[in-house]
């Protein structure tokens, strides 16, 4: 695992994520989406097993509903192969996905009558 990939990782799973888990697991899994996708699903995983909400009422209120959501999007977003990994290639040079591709509008007045 190159420090391109280190840096990725790290971006996308936070600068907490210890580096010697990330290598082993790449070892292990051979890409770095593999690897973000296993971290994220883990945590996915862990935040459900656990109650959504605790409330104790005029006390305290923690909801984790949202970071719920966060992780699925994210999830989500990764497996759409957003954003690129540095280890995969780009089919059309232009830093997305390959049917994902720019396309450009040109915009022209009409004429005024």
């Not at 190159?2 to 996308?12: E, S, T, Y």
């Not at 973000?36 to 459900?48: C, D, H, I, Q």
């Not at 690129?84 to 915009?107: K, M, N, R, W, Y």
């Amino acid at each position: 695992m190159n420090d391109d990939i280190k840096a990725w990782l790290l971006a996308q799973l936070g600068t907490t994520t210890p580096i010697a888990d990330l290598e082993t697991r790449f070892t292990r899994l051979g890409t770095a989406r593999a690897v973000a996708l296993e971290v994220l699903r883990e945590r996915l995983a862990t935040l459900r097993s656990q109650p959504a909400t605790v409330n104790v009422s005029s006390v305290v209120s923690v909801s984790n509903v949202e970071n719920i959501k966060a992780y699925e999007r994210q999830i989500t977003r990764l497996e759409a192969g957003i954003p690129l990994a540095p280890d995969e290639e780009d089919p059309d040079g232009d830093g997305l996905p390959g049917d994902q591709s720019l396309q450009v509008i040109t915009l022209t007045a009409r004429p005024r009558r």
